[in-house]
């Protein structure tokens, strides 16, 4: 695994998202910085997908035409170059809990939506270790993703267990960790294209609330 000496310096900064860090009152972005910053996204998005998300920050540098220190400019550290990276397939991901608010089968939505993670999860090798860590730490470069997240996944776990299709003892923060760890299984197991669903459906049926899903 790459490691980042400069990124872990500057840690200590806020995350940032689609955008770096601005107060409503900053000037607006340079054309030539807007320009670095989403060079920087698009060579980001293609070395973790080809390499994996702990690929080497000076090698997406290098290939946006940028100097290392451009890229600590924008993003202070790894987590928050993935946050701003992840941020339109969160956004989807939200959009997608948003259509499933009023499904008729609460249960079965709330299993579309943990199948739709699983997927996105599985797009980017590292990404569903790095949520899980974001999901325990809120001051993550990746709390930014996990936390709106969670609050969806929340709404949609809540209509389920009104239903008593899930047990009330479940949280949202176990349910995205046990997700999260199932899209880990299932990418350190390639051959096993079905694996990351039958976890998923043997999870879900140690939930299940006293009636059967509805």
């Not at 770096?20 to 972005?29: E, H, I, L, W």
């Not at 790095?130 to 609050?151: I, K, N, Y």
């Not at 294209?193 to 609330?209: C, E, H, Q, W, Y």
């Amino acid at each position: 695994m790459a490691t980042d000496t400069a990124g872990q310096r500057q840690s200590t900064q806020g995350p940032v998202a689609t955008a770096p860090a601005r107060t409503p009152d900053a000037r607006p972005m340079r054309a030539d910085a807007r320009r670095n910053y989403e060079r920087l996204l698009t060579e980001a998005r293609t070395a973790f997908t080809e390499h994996g998300t702990d690929t080497s920050l000076e090698d997406i540098a290098r290939r946006a035409g940028v100097g290392i220190g451009t890229l600590y400019r924008h993003f202070p550290n790894r987590t928050a170059l993935m946050g701003a990276v992840f941020q339109g397939e969160v956004d989807a991901l939200l959009a997608h809990a948003k259509q499933l608010a009023d499904a008729p089968q609460p249960c079965a939505a709330l299993v579309e939506w943990l199948r739709a993670i699983i997927t996105h999860a599985s797009t980017y090798r590292g990404l569903s270790r790095a949520l899980m860590t974001a999901s325990a730490d809120e001051s993550s470069g990746m709390a930014r993703c996990s936390v709106p997240m969670r609050e969806a996944g929340g709404a949609l776990l809540a209509r389920a267990q009104q239903a008593g299709a899930v047990r009330t003892d479940v949280s949202i923060g176990d349910l995205m960790q046990l997700t999260n760890g199932i899209a880990l299984a299932a990418e350190e197991s390639p051959d096993d294209p079905r694996l990351a669903d039958r976890l998923l459906t043997l999870t879900l049926s140690g939930l299940k609330g006293g009636e059967r899903n509805r």
